[in-house]
C-alpha cells in the first residue's frame, strides 16, 4: 500500500483568488461584485443613470445616461473608488472612467 500524501487545508478565501486568475475570470467576477454593490456606493438615485460596463487592471468603467452627472461623478471618484475597495475586500480599483452615453440605461433586476 502506498504511504497517503497529507496535504494542508487551506481557506477558500485564501485560494480563490488563485483559481479565479488562473481560469481568467477574476475581472469578471470583480466586475459582477461592483455592479451588485454600485446602488449602494452611489446611492439609488445615482445608479439608476449610470451603468458599471467594465473592469480591468484597476480601472472601472462606468456609462452615465445624464451629461449632468459626469462631472459630479467624476469630483467624487476617489471617494466611490475607497468606497467599493472598502466593501469589496481585495478589488484592487485604482480608477473610475465615467463616460456619456444617452442611450444606456442599467441592467434591470433579475427575477
Known amino acids: 500500500m502506498a504511504p497517503s500524501i497529507i496535504r494542508p487545508f487551506y481557506p477558500l478565501k485564501q485560494i480563490l483568488p488563485q483559481c479565479l486568475a488562473d481560469l481568467g475570470i477574476a475581472g469578471k467576477v470583480c466586475l459582477e461584485q ?40 467624476e469630483s467624487q471618484a476617489a471617494t466611490i473608488v475607497q468606497k467599493i475597495n472598502t466593501r469589496l475586500t481585495g478589488t484592487a480599483v485604482t480608477e473610475i472612467s465615467f463616460s456619456y452615453h444617452p442611450s444606456v440605461k442599467p441592467p434591470r433586476k433579475q427575477r
Open 34 to 73: 461592483i455592479r451588485n454593490v454600485w446602488p449602494q456606493i452611489v446611492g439609488h438615485n445615482i445608479s439608476k443613470y449610470t451603468q458599471v460596463t467594465g473592469y480591468a487592471k484597476g480601472k472601472l468603467a462606468v456609462q452615465i445616461n445624464e451629461p449632468g452627472w459626469k462631472d459630479a461623478l
